[in-house]
């Protein structure tokens, strides 16, 4: 037995077989349940926004590296996951250059500046979100649905913006849209909305594929939604019954999307359970607040990106209890670093 | 089933190769290697010179520390050096080499002592000294050191059959293999502490050696019982075993003693009793050779001071020429460099791994997925720690508890984006003891 050369390695000698990209592999299945409900209510356009979205974003990524000698990062999948999410915050008419600027907000000036995965405390495509607000024309109009019709907007030239109303507006003004959609067509995505977040069935669906592969817990969707059925339960707004009101909030706008794909984004969401649910019933608190008393009817992107920047304050404020310690020693010792 | 502690991983067991296979002993080899120190505590003093005669089972390292184990030869023969040769943990200690005259003449002093019952807990307690005896689970912590801080204060007895890293099988096997000796030992330690009731612990991926357990008791054990626990990695780890078994947690520093409990190995728990009724010290050990480059994967009985090399000679070399060596499990062994170096009394595995599993890792990036911090068994943050190791900023690794982590891995093994967590907080601990050891005293 000749002696050659082992590799000498510190312990653990094994890995898990997820890593990084399967992680984002995951994801992207799961956002696949909305963007194929997607196709299917605003036609082909909803994949081709999709397509340049994630081409933007997987390009900057790339280019960014490259011109600062990195190694690339492409293969991990998480420009795609942002280019995916990007594209389900925008409306499906918006013009092809507009994502393209998003992907460059999201990927180089949120994520990559602050040194790539894991170091961002913005969750990226909402940043990117939030910054094209600044295009209202193009982000605020909302082609209706047209199930089936493939050909429903052209995929070249100018989108000539069928411009409904979303049911947010309607409840921003303390009215259920009862006769423009019921709530079987919020839960199926047959309202106006933004390309990816129209179906909350789908959405839900796609969250529990994570929940079953164990890429996210349920805690922090959970905890959003809880909160905001909750309050939106105890305090409707104008005659609605309390139960159909709370039904239409959770339902409409991004917050499904919201809760399920972008607050539970590992990077700007904490690391600790209890972290996780203080972070969940933060959002819903601020989406509420965000509902009812500000200027715009929606108040997801708002209410996680506020909570994305109190995550590290989140985390050291519950730390899980010492192993041997009981609670009540802890806080006459309080974190004690000794035995 | 005994609920799990919180925290942990599930790695593949891949106990499969090796679980059927009976133990098989080994012959000495030609020369063993003892090096002074094989267990945690003070290295022993040789008591031998070269050239000397010795005798099976003669002692022929001793200290007079408290913590410490004495060394005996493991074959007879001549003493042919007394010199600094390569250990399994990496580096280089003072050992003494055995040629074996092939007589295996026993010591004339070694008789048997009788038996847990005709013997007083002082008298087995210097037995389990005298034997040698050290944690066989891989910790090698010396037993009767163990015992003794545990006097007066123990109220539960835990025997350790989790065995819940990958690929091992020696104490599965032994249990299967030798459940009376097991019971014997119990009762020894039993009688040590004045108990009336003792828990052997096993993970439920074992359930022959359970019930094996199981039917060996009514004939001798009342009060023993056999407790299966949940298959989940580090379920064997001393502070998981207790919370486990008794719902208590061992504060952070303390010994298991401090919340009434105390926890041995079965292989070790079976030695005592071989000590005591045949008053031959520890010689040998259950060696489980296993790994994708070993041909023939086996379970041994291999006295102390082989080389590694004859142990995996002896199970037909390697299939293909591997990549990675360890001493132990794959979560927590030792990779080994060289294979001149000998089996100690914690070496309770080698194996050996062709390229492809325990590969390099690429670059490592966080995603801050949180998964270590779920796994952490002690309620650690890894996902910071190593933040603030890589920073260098150590009195937040304090702050944030370094010093509870145990080692276990599972932080390194879950993490997706492949950081090298353990090995950054083995730094940060090693780093605060400079540290410390500055800031004068
Ligand atoms: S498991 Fe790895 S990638 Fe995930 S948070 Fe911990 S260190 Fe970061
Ligand atoms: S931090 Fe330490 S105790 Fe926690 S999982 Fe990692 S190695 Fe185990």
């Known amino acids: 037995m000749a002696d050659t050369r082992f590799v000498v390695s510190s312990s653990p000698h094994i890995r898990a077989e997820e890593d990084t990209r399967s992680i984002m592999l995951d994801v992207c299945i799961a956002l696949a349940f909305p963007l194929v409900i997607a196709v299917y209510f605003f036609g082909l356009r909803a994949l081709t926004v999709t397509a340049v979205s994630v081409a933007a974003c997987v390009f900057f990524e790339w280019a960014y590296r490259k011109l600062l000698k990195k190694p690339s990062s492409v293969r991990d999948l998480s420009a795609v996951v942002t280019g995916l999410l990007l594209a389900f915050n925008l409306p499906v008419s918006v013009p092809y250059w507009l994502p393209v600027v998003g992907a460059l907000v999201a990927v180089v000036v949120v994520k990559q500046l602050y040194g790539g995965i894991g170091k961002n405390f913005l969750n990226p495509a909402l940043a990117a979100r939030v910054f094209l607000f600044s295009f209202p024309v193009w982000m605020t109009s909302f082609p209706k649905p047209q199930p089936g019709q493939w050909n429903a907007l052209p995929l070249w030239g100018p989108v000539d913006v069928v411009s409904a109303a979303t049911p947010l507006s309607f409840l921003k003004h303390g009215a259920l849209p009862a006769d423009a959609y019921n709530l079987q067509d919020l839960l199926l995505g047959q309202a106006p909305g933004s390309l990816g977040e129209v179906s909350a069935l789908m959405l839900l669906l796609g969250g529990v594929y994570l929940v079953v592969r164990r890429v996210i817990t349920p805690r922090i969707p959970v905890a959003y939604l809880g909160t905001v059925a909750a309050l939106t339960f105890l305090f409707p707004k104008g005659d609605a019954a309390p139960l159909e009101w709370m039904l239409y909030e959770v339902l409409s706008g991004g917050l499904v999307l919201g809760a399920v794909f972008m607050a539970t984004d590992y990077t700007t969401s904490p690391v600790t359970k209890r972290g996780q649910w203080i972070f969940g019933i933060g959002c819903g608190l601020l989406t509420v607040f965000i509902r009812y008393f500000g200027a715009y009817p929606e108040g997801v992107s708002y209410a996680i990106l506020v909570m994305n920047a109190c995550v590290w304050l989140l985390d050291k404020i519950s730390l899980p209890r010492r192993f041997g310690v009981p609670r009540l020693t802890r806080f006459i010792r309080k974190g004690g670093g000794k035995a | ?441």
Request: net charge positive; glycine share 10%; proline share 9%.
């Open chain 2, 1 to 441: 089933m005994i609920f799990p502690f919180q925290g942990g991983v599930h790695p593949e067991g891949h106990k499969d190769a090796t679980r059927q296979k009976p133990i098989e002993p080994l012959p000495p080899p030609a020369r063993v290697v003892l090096p002074v120190s094989m267990h945690i505590g003070a290295p022993c003093e040789p008591v031998v010179k070269v050239g000397q005669h010795v005798l099976l089972g003669e002692k022929i390292a001793v200290s007079a520390s408290p913590v410490s184990a004495p060394i005996h030869a493991s074959v007879s023969g001549t003493v042919a050096a007394v010199e600094v040769c390569p250990h399994p943990n990496g580096g280089r200690m003072l050992s003494v080499v055995l040629e074996n005259d092939g007589a295996d003449a026993p010591h004339p002093d070694i008789r048997p002592f009788g038996s847990a019952e005709t013997l007083t807990a002082e008298e087995l307690i210097a037995v389990v000294r005298e034997a040698g005896l050290v944690g066989l689970g891989g910790a090698a912590f010396p037993t009767h050191t163990k015992i003794a801080s545990g006097l007066g204060k123990v109220d539960t007895l835990i025997v350790n059959g989790a065995e819940c890293e990958p690929y091992i099988t020696s104490d599965h096997r032994v249990m299967l293999e030798t459940p009376e000796e097991i019971l014997g030992g119990v009762r020894a330690l039993m009688k040590i502490y004045g108990l009336e009731s003792a828990v052997i612990a096993v993970e439920t991926n074992k359930p022959d050696a359970v019930e094996t357990l199981r039917r060996t008791l009514p004939r001798r054990g009342d009060g023993v019982r056999v407790a299966p626990l949940a298959t989940r990695y580090p379920q064997g780890a001393e502070k998981q075993l207790i919370r486990a078994v008794t719902g208590r947690e061992v504060p952070p520093g303390a010994l298991p003693a401090a919340v009434g409990a105390a926890v041995f190995n079965v292989d070790t728990v079976a030695s005592i009793h071989r000590a005591v009724t045949t008053g031959m010290p520890l010689l040998r050990r259950v060696v489980t050779v296993s790994g994708s480059a070993v041909s023939n994967p086996k379970n041994l009985s291999v006295r102390i001071g082989t080389p590694l090399r004859a142990v995996f000679e002896a199970t037909g070399g390697f299939r293909e020429q591997p990549f990675k060596i360890i001493m132990g499990g794959p979560m927590m062994g030792v990779a080994q460099h060289n294979l001149d170096a000998p089996v100690v009394k914690g070496t309770n595995a080698l194996l050996a791994f062709s390229r492809g599993e325990g590969k390099p890792e690429k670059e490592p990036v966080c995603i801050r997925c949180g998964r270590c911090v779920s796994a952490c068994p002690m309620r650690l943050l890894p996902v910071y720690l190593y933040h603030y190791e890589q920073k260098n900023m150590l009195a937040e690794c304090e702050r944030m508890r370094v010093s509870d982590c145990i080692e276990c891995g599972s932080c390194s093994y879950i993490c997706p984006g492949r950081l090298h967590l353990v090995h950054s907080f083995r730094t940060a601990k090693q780093k605060l003891r400079e540290a410390r050891k500055r800031g004068g005293n």
